[in-house]
């Protein structure tokens, strides 16, 4: 094998797509999960084309350079964090974006932000529902490697649910085409799905065609409050057994008051719990279908329900929501979980953590998308007290055990990386372990594409 040259990876390139300059390298060493152990890259190809990609794994392959793809850097995970000596394939100025209203398909390249896809659809009458808290910065390539969820997922579902084709550059720096425009393809291996949520361990997903649906009908909102987390945890599994909202989300004391310190919009600093609800059935639905929810409300000891069809108003209640993490963080640094359990046990992990922060003596505010049990535990602590940290760091990995135990999973939509994967084994079993493997080792036999991401 030939000595690594990236100045012989920029020559086959346009003017100005390797980085090779250590200041300019410096920010695609970290995803914002700020990874503590991220290494330096030997470069950084800037793509703008499948071909720029494909020239950068054909070289990588050929010289045995782990590769490490990039999108808007917003991971949770640390999965697009950099490792010593590799390159880092970064895909966040492919932001093309067509739509074809008569399919209801949008064509978009890797690097287009979330909320540019639901703009763009948005001027035909169509809508993109993948919706996570962060859309209005995260891309379409990273909502795919981390099949990404979001608020409206309770009834609209997540990313695989859209996703009915897409270009990968494999580990060897061939390109293939998976699915197509059609909305039903039984062909073959659910080759498609297999990319979704593999966090780039398996190729470097260049194009997407997602699928689009009419306009979301505006929406009714109900906000409740509660004094006790079990009566508000027990409303989301009453609610959930009966109907299908479009949004059903927990916000835990800790969390109400962060977010309440920072937009002043008179949040109950008091309450234990709230829970944000949404219907967006039809104008006379919507209403019996709050009515209903304000009756479960108020049959669990809720302190205060209050719901409005005025659709500003509601989404001021959304808006909180999603900025509860950046909320939060103005605490201290942050250890953000992503557990989920089945909905009946959510009250089971919400007690659980909130007997780990006690027992650790770690503040852990708790959000939700309550209504498929997907949790967001946000661990705070000071990283410059080494005790404190680490008493952080265990009960990070006793929220994981504890969802394990529940029946739940270790991520629910911001995917395993590299600060989850001690735990992947003990969730997955090792069969099932074994079988991911064998798959990583099939398309990638050589090991390089984001090698110390969920798998080894």
């Given at each position: 094998?030939?000595?690594?040259?990236?100045?012989?990876?920029?020559?086959?390139?346009?003017?100005?797509?390797?980085?090779?300059?250590?200041?300019?390298?410096?920010?695609?060493?970290?995803?914002?999960?700020?990874?503590?152990?991220?290494?330096?890259?030997?470069?950084?190809?800037?793509?703008?084309?499948?071909?720029?990609?494909?020239?950068?794994?054909?070289?990588?392959?050929?010289?045995?350079?782990?590769?490490?793809?990039?999108?808007?850097?917003?991971?949770?995970?640390?999965?697009?964090?950099?490792?010593?000596?590799?390159?880092?394939?970064?895909?966040?100025?492919?932001?093309?974006?067509?739509?074809?209203?008569?399919?209801?398909?949008?064509?978009?390249?890797?690097?287009?932000?979330?909320?540019?896809?639901?703009?763009?659809?948005?001027?035909?009458?169509?809508?993109?529902?993948?919706?996570?808290?962060?859309?209005?910065?995260?891309?379409?390539?990273?909502?795919?490697?981390?099949?990404?969820?979001?608020?409206?997922?309770?009834?609209?579902?997540?990313?695989?649910?859209?996703?009915?084709?897409?270009?990968?550059?494999?580990?060897?720096?061939?390109?293939?085409?998976?699915?197509?425009?059609?909305?039903?393809?039984?062909?073959?291996?659910?080759?498609?799905?297999?990319?979704?949520?593999?966090?780039?361990?398996?190729?470097?997903?260049?194009?997407?065609?997602?699928?689009?649906?009419?306009?979301?009908?505006?929406?009714?909102?109900?906000?409740?409050?509660?004094?006790?987390?079990?009566?508000?945890?027990?409303?989301?599994?009453?609610?959930?057994?009966?109907?299908?909202?479009?949004?059903?989300?927990?916000?835990?004391?800790?969390?109400?008051?962060?977010?309440?310190?920072?937009?002043?919009?008179?949040?109950?600093?008091?309450?234990?719990?709230?829970?944000?609800?949404?219907?967006?059935?039809?104008?006379?639905?919507?209403?019996?279908?709050?009515?209903?929810?304000?009756?479960?409300?108020?049959?669990?000891?809720?302190?205060?329900?209050?719901?409005?069809?005025?659709?500003?108003?509601?989404?001021?209640?959304?808006?909180?929501?999603?900025?509860?993490?950046?909320?939060?963080?103005?605490?201290?640094?942050?250890?953000?979980?992503?557990?989920?359990?089945?909905v009946p046990r959510l009250g089971d992990l919400v007690r659980g953590i909130a007997d780990?922060?006690?027992?650790?003596?770690?503040?852990?505010?708790?959000?939700?998308?309550?209504?498929?049990?997907?949790?967001?535990?946000?661990?705070?602590?000071?990283?410059?007290?080494?005790?404190?940290?680490?008493?952080?760091?265990?009960?990070?990995?006793?929220?994981?055990?504890?969802?394990?135990?529940?029946?739940?999973?270790?991520?629910?939509?911001?995917?395993?990386?590299?600060?989850?994967?001690?735990?992947?084994?003990?969730?997955?079993?090792?069969?099932?372990?074994?079988?991911?493997?064998?798959?990583?080792?099939?398309?990638?036999?050589?090991?390089?594409?984001?090698?110390?991401?969920?798998?080894?």
């Amino acid at each position: 094998m030939t000595s690594p040259k990236p100045a012989h990876l920029a020559a086959t390139l346009p003017t100005g797509r390797l980085l090779m300059d250590p200041d300019k390298m410096a920010p695609y060493r970290w995803d914002r999960a700020l990874d503590p152990d991220a290494g330096t890259p030997i470069a950084v190809l800037c793509a703008k084309t499948t071909g720029d990609v494909q020239a950068g794994v054909r070289w990588a392959a050929e010289h045995g350079i782990p590769v490490i793809p990039r999108g808007a850097g917003s991971g949770l995970s640390g999965g697009s964090s950099a490792i010593d000596g590799c390159l880092v394939i970064a895909v966040d100025e492919m932001t093309a974006i067509d739509i074809d209203p008569l399919t209801r398909i949008a064509t978009v390249e890797p690097g287009a932000l979330n909320a540019h896809v639901k703009q763009a659809a948005a001027k035909h009458g169509l809508w993109y529902p993948p919706d996570p808290s962060s859309f209005e910065f995260c891309s379409i390539g990273g909502n795919v490697a981390t099949n990404a969820g979001g608020l409206c997922c309770v009834k609209y579902g997540v990313t695989t649910d859209y996703v009915l084709g897409m270009t990968v550059v494999l580990a060897d720096g061939s390109v293939v085409e998976l699915g197509g425009p059609r909305l039903k393809d039984v062909a073959g291996l659910s080759l498609t799905k297999l990319f979704i949520g593999s966090e780039g361990t398996l190729g470097i997903i260049t194009k997407v065609l997602l699928r689009l649906v009419p306009a979301q009908r505006p929406p009714a909102t109900l906000v409740a409050t509660f004094a006790r987390l079990d009566d508000a945890t027990q409303t989301v599994v009453d609610i959930t057994s009966t109907m299908r909202p479009s949004m059903l989300e927990f916000m835990d004391k800790p969390t109400i008051n962060a977010v309440e310190d920072v937009t002043r919009m008179g949040l109950d600093r008091d309450a234990e719990a709230m829970l944000i609800v949404q219907s967006d059935e039809p104008a006379g639905h919507a209403g019996v279908e709050i009515a209903q929810i304000t009756a479960i409300c108020e049959k669990n000891s809720a302190t205060e329900v209050f719901d409005t069809d005025d659709a500003e108003t509601g989404e001021q209640f959304v808006v909180a929501r999603r900025m509860a993490i950046p909320a939060v963080e103005r605490k201290g640094s942050l250890l953000l979980e992503d557990v989920g359990v089945p909905v009946p046990r959510l009250g089971d992990l919400v007690r659980g953590i909130a007997d780990i922060a006690r027992h650790r003596d770690i503040l852990i505010a708790v959000l939700a998308h309550a209504g498929d049990g997907n949790t967001h535990p946000l661990l705070v602590f000071d990283p410059s007290d080494e005790d404190q940290a680490q008493r952080a760091h265990t009960a990070y990995g006793e929220v994981m055990d504890l969802a394990i135990g529940l029946g739940g999973t270790i991520t629910g939509e911001h995917g395993v990386g590299r600060l989850k994967k001690p735990w992947l084994a003990d969730y997955l079993g090792p069969d099932v372990l074994a079988l991911n493997q064998r798959i990583k080792k099939a398309l990638d036999p050589a090991g390089i594409m984001n090698p110390g991401t969920m798998l080894d």
